[in-house]
């Protein structure tokens, strides 16, 4: 396992995840660091297995059914005050998942309105601290098939995240494509199960690789 450049060896690095449902997956919130049962605690323990000899802390902070407003509300507490040296965001599918009978959905509006929200939350982090940023993918499967009229404002979605980690030139986790496309070799319900949206063990799994490869750690 390779080593990036914000791990340091002779300093403690903490890697806080923070999301919706899909980073959450269980987490006990009584425990300060327990990780869940998903794709943060895969990560968390190839590197611990990988980087024996460093200090890295891991902390989930996801919280099933967040939009990208309750994030807002609750960033100073569940980021800044971490003190955080790697920020790494999932966001977006709740946004269009609990916005299907609005008006807005769909819309270029409602696409302006999540890159305003989420733009708020990068200016704070650059702002406040020197944490590296890690912008995933937000992702939907076809399994039901209605999910593909979610694509018109999802996709709107996952453009916003593309160009905000590059204007901000935080490391970017493509994951749309690489599990639809995964879906389409072995099936929709292997990576989503029945709903297209939270991953199954194996979807955890892509993932986790994904963020690996992403940032650094692996080739």
Same mark, same amino acid.
């Given at each position: 396992m390779n080593r990036p450049e914000f791990i340091q060896k002779n300093d403690q690095s903490r890697i806080l995840f923070i999301g919706d449902s899909i980073t959450d997956v269980g987490r006990n919130r009584?425990?300060?660091?327990?990780?869940?049962?998903?794709?943060?605690?895969?990560i968390a323990a190839a590197l611990a297995k990988g980087l024996p000899n460093y200090r890295i802390d891991c902390l989930n902070r996801g919280i099933s059914g967040n939009k990208i407003v309750d994030l807002q509300q609750r960033w100073t507490e569940d980021c800044?005050?971490?003190?955080?040296?790697?920020?790494?965001?999932?966001?977006?599918i709740n946004d269009?998942?609990?916005?299907?009978?609005?008006?807005t959905f769909g819309s270029r509006e409602e696409a302006v309105r999540f890159e305003k929200v989420y733009r708020d939350l990068l200016e704070q982090v650059t702002k406040e601290t020197t944490a590296k940023i890690v912008l995933m993918e937000p992702f939907v499967l076809p399994e039901p098939k209605e999910r593909l009229t979610w694509r018109k404002d999802l996709d709107q979605k996952i453009q916003v995240v593309r160009t905000l980690?590059?204007?901000?030139?935080? !490391?970017?986790?493509?994951?749309?494509g690489k599990l639809n496309a995964l879906g389409i070799s072995? @099936? $929709?319900?292997?990576?989503?199960?029945?709903?297209?949206?939270?991953? !199954?063990?194996?979807?955890?799994?892509?993932?986790?690789?994904?963020?690996?490869?992403?940032? @650094? $750690?692996?080739?």
């Open positions: 009584d425990d300060f660091h327990d990780l869940g049962q998903g794709y943060p605690m895969l800044l005050q971490l003190k955080p040296t790697v920020v790494s965001i999932l966001i977006g269009t998942w609990h916005n299907t009978d609005s008006a980690a590059e204007e901000y030139q935080a !490391t970017f986790i493509p994951l749309d072995h @099936g $929709f319900e292997h990576y989503t199960g029945d709903d297209g949206v939270h991953p !199954t063990l194996a979807g955890h799994a892509e993932i986790a690789e994904s963020w690996l490869q992403g940032t @650094g $750690f692996i080739n």
